[in-house]
């Protein structure tokens, strides 16, 4: 069978997801790295291009060199699916342009830097029918889909409180002062968007809350923190859910937790009982219900879904990490192309767009005085 030709933006040599994403791609052996544009610098673009042993003629000096290039080429020849893996401003141009040509696009979260772009996306992938997943990671472990199967098979009930933590400190030692703030892209509006904290970390907490209940949160009210009056980027935010219902809950994120490293936590309870799941130990699925002793389901046993056991590849006890999360997701992206039919396997344009609703909704609601925002 004949593998997927990739092409990848951004992810370069210094990059943190890069290789994250290099590594999921070539897991299930379906795609084929064939070249793109890693870095702007071009010295550094073509030396880590060399390292990953591509040829010259398929490494571009941009996005526009990539596109005019690859079209040029023979169908069988040129790149299908593009990941898009720069920093967030960047997004929209590339998926928009990658779009408009027929490429299927693997793009980043936050999808865009405002909601009106991602409906733009939305609009132009209705109208070109290509592949589009939002690289939404932490949806690829296997017991996060264990966790949706179980909810919406009704094992805990009718969903009453639904708690989701994404609590990081990396930001504390930049935050202190205006000089080393400028070393980083996430707090500069024009590079990260109208968010840090929310777009970056957010964004996944809100993301996974709707994914695991199969349900909207349909109302939220915001109160983010900037620490300092010339900091222009929320670093830290409480969020009030609400669903249909009477069922509510809370978002909590932040980058100034203070030696928090990456405790992303999701709790959801309902009627008969809870699922509570961990990020930094994610081969474990805590399941509690009224009167009866803790259970701690794990990866690859018999007693899982086919859901949850199609995205674990080794026998139990074996830890399924965040490489083979995104491993996932790319499998999923591979059977949709091979397919040409959405098999709920990854997550997808909508997960962005929506994504992108919750951003904004989030900066309104705490711009406006902590105020209730609906999310339709
Ligand atoms: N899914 C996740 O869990 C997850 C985790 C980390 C980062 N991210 C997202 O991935 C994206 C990148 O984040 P990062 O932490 O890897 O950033 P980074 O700063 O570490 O790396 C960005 C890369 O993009 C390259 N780049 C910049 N401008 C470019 C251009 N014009 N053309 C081509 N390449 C260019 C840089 O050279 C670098 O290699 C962000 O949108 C971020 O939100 C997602």
Not at 10 to 32: C, K, N, Q, T
Not at 233 to 247: F, V
Not at 252 to 261: L, V, W
Request: hydrophobic share 35%; aromatic share 10%.
């Amino acid at each position: 069978m004949n593998k997927i030709r990739l092409g990848i933006l951004g992810g370069g040599g210094d990059s943190l997801i890069g290789p994250v994403h290099r590594i999921a791609a070539s897991m299930f052996d379906r795609y084929e790295l064939i070249g793109g544009v890693f870095n702007p610098i071009w010295e550094e673009n073509i030396g880590f291009a060399k390292k990953l042993g591509l040829p010259k003629s398929r490494i571009y000096k941009d996005l526009e060199d990539f596109i005019g290039n690859e079209t040029a080429l023979p169908t069988d020849q040129r790149v299908q699916v593009v990941s898009v893996l720069t920093p967030n401003f960047l997004h929209f141009p590339m998926a928009k342009r990658l779009l408009e040509e027929g490429f299927h696009v693997i793009c980043e979260k936050p999808l865009t830097t405002s909601y009106r772009e991602a409906l733009e996306l939305k609009k132009i992938r209705e109208e070109k029918q290509s592949i589009f997943a939002v690289t939404y990671t932490y949806t690829g472990y296997p017991m996060i889909r264990q966790m949706r199967s179980m909810i919406q098979n009704g094992d805990i009930g009718e969903i009453q409180k639904i708690d989701a933590q994404y609590y990081q400190g990396w930001i504390n030692p930049v935050i202190h002062s205006p000089e080393s703030r400028k070393s980083v892209w996430r707090l500069q509006p024009e590079k990260s968007g109208q968010s840090c904290c929310i777009g970056d970390v957010g964004t996944h907490a809100f993301q996974m809350l709707e994914y695991v209940m199969g349900q909207k949160i349909k109302t939220i009210l915001a109160d983010l923190n900037y620490l300092y009056e010339d900091n222009f980027m929320d670093i830290d935010g409480t969020i009030l859910l609400r669903m249909s219902g009477n069922a509510k809950g809370v978002l909590r994120a932040s980058q100034i937790a203070t030696a928090e490293e990456n405790n992303f936590t999701i709790a959801i309870y309902g009627t008969k009982g809870h699922l509570k799941w961990a990020q930094e130990n994610p081969n474990y699925l805590y399941f509690g219900l009224e009167n009866t002793p803790l259970q701690v389901l794990k990866p690859g046993h018999e007693y899982n879904t086919n859901s949850a056991n199609d995205a674990t590849k080794l026998p139990p006890g074996h830890p399924e990490g965040i490489f083979d999360a995104m491993g996932n997701i790319y499998n999923g992206v591979a059977n949709a192309i091979a397919k040409k039919a959405v098999d709920g396997s990854y997550p997808d344009l909508y997960d962005g767009v929506r994504g992108m609703q919750f951003i904004e909704a989030v900066v309104q609601s705490h711009q406006s005085g902590n105020t209730w925002i609906e999310m339709k």
